[in-house]
């Protein structure tokens, strides 16, 4: 089973930009899907992105345009880059890995700590 750990989160003003970085560490050969979630207070958490093994990207249509999911598989990391963030965009993101269905990778999902993004007015 592989370990997700996200960092970059900050307070940054409107229209500003702020990279997010998933690192895995653990059983790292069991990782397919990566992605990021997000979850503001008293909302419901959403997807925000994501990216297959193969490089296929996902963007929700709310960050469209403007965030870019990718990935480094020799470095076992996963980025969120945020351009134009808008205060809409705060919330707790969430890294996010499906494993391949095997005996040696345990569960089919994993899930990072979370880290606080705030994008003031």
């Known amino acids: 089973q592989v370990q997700l750990v996200e960092s970059g989160g900050d307070m940054v003003p409107a229209g500003g930009s702020l990279r997010l970085i998933c690192l895995a560490s653990?059983?790292?050969?069991?990782?397919?899907?990566m992605g990021w979630h997000r979850q503001a207070s008293g909302k419901e958490r959403e997807l925000v992105a994501a990216?297959?093994?193969?490089?296929?990207?996902y963007v929700a249509d709310s960050v469209k345009g403007r965030f870019t999911i990718s990935r480094d598989n020799t470095k076992n990391t996963l980025y969120l880059q945020m351009n134009s963030l808008k205060p809409e965009d705060t919330a707790v993101y969430y890294c996010?890995?499906?494993?391949?269905?095997?005996?040696?990778?345990?569960?089919?999902?994993?899930w990072g700590q979370g880290t606080l993004v705030t994008v003031s007015s």
């Open positions: 996010n890995a499906d494993q391949h269905h095997d005996d040696r990778c345990g569960d089919l999902e994993v």
């Open positions: 990216v297959a093994s193969d490089g296929s990207t």
């Open positions: 653990g059983d790292t050969f069991c990782l397919s899907t």
